[in-house]
């Protein structure tokens, strides 16, 4: 039996309905608005402490004052409101692009991660239920080219590309970084801004894919070298493991002086570049296959 989404994507073809991007936007927001008035909305009108600190991990100004007493009179007016007159309800309601919207979605579910338990109800039910919710919605929606990634250090928006190259080359290595949180970190922050589309963090996704390379490398060589240092180190280590020549070769040249690294060093020193989607694609898989590369060769045991 088709799930909802393939009915209405099939309906959408049979009477050749078009959403442009930004009437999907519009569609998207309405819908995570919705799920968190019905899923959240209770939580947050009960613990104004919980609104601050969405505040905080997204970098605005507090909305309550925890030195000032709040009066009866305000409570009244405040449940009269509802969550439609919280903060969290207006920020996201005064969205103008998904990559805001793709921001403040994830802040939400780090929020969810860190939560303290909440009496009788268990926060991984709710945190469960709302991602749940969330890829429905982002499922529902046309054109959004974005997805839920979820691995045992928590749960990410990344972007939806080719799912093939997606599941080997985005998804196992996420999986596989969760021995390696200080790698981990870098990569999925890169994830999130290319779903985000932002192309002012363009300069910070690439310098996050470069350290996580970085710090990979220095983890499984045992060393503290940069990155373009590393090509001889790097070519021990796999010759120990019995990794061909042309191989070593090939991979030592796009470590150490080829244009891989070349690439990197340039975005940082020239950071108003405007990346093309299909150029940040290719960064991004070219960066997982080194990656998922690297990690399949620690496993093999040392011939030296």
Sequence with gaps: ???????????????????????????????????????????????????????????????????????????????????????????????????????????????????????????????????????????????????????????????????????????EVIIWLDDYPEVEKPYKEALIMLSAKDKSRHRNLIDNLRLSIELLLKTLLHNDHRLEEQGKHLKVWMNNRGIEDNIRLMLTDLISRDRFTQMFNQSVKHGDRDWSEPELEFIVYQTGVLIRFLLQVNHLPSIS
């Design 1 to 171: 039996m088709d799930t909802l989404p393939q009915k209405m994507d099939a309906f959408r073809k049979r009477w050749d309905v078009e959403y442009d991007g930004i009437k999907s936007l519009l569609i998207f927001k309405n819908r995570v608005q919705s799920i968190i008035e019905d899923e959240l909305g209770a939580l947050f009108l009960a613990n104004h402490n919980l609104q601050n600190r969405f505040a905080y991990l997204i970098g605005h100004q507090p909305p309550y004052d925890g030195a000032k007493k709040v009066t009866g009179m305000e409570l009244a007016l405040e449940k009269i409101a509802g969550f439609r007159g919280t903060f969290i309800f207006n920020l996201f309601n005064n969205c103008t692009n998904l990559s805001e919207l793709i921001w403040f979605i994830q802040h939400l579910i780090f929020l969810l991660e860190g939560m303290h338990p909440l009496g009788k109800q268990d926060n991984n039910h709710i945190l469960a239920k709302f991602i749940k919710s969330i890829q429905e919605a982002i499922d529902l929606t046309p054109n959004l080219q974005i997805r839920l990634q979820t691995s045992e250090s928590g749960t990410i928006l990344v972007y939806n590309g080719a799912e093939e190259l997606d599941d080997a080359l985005v998804n």
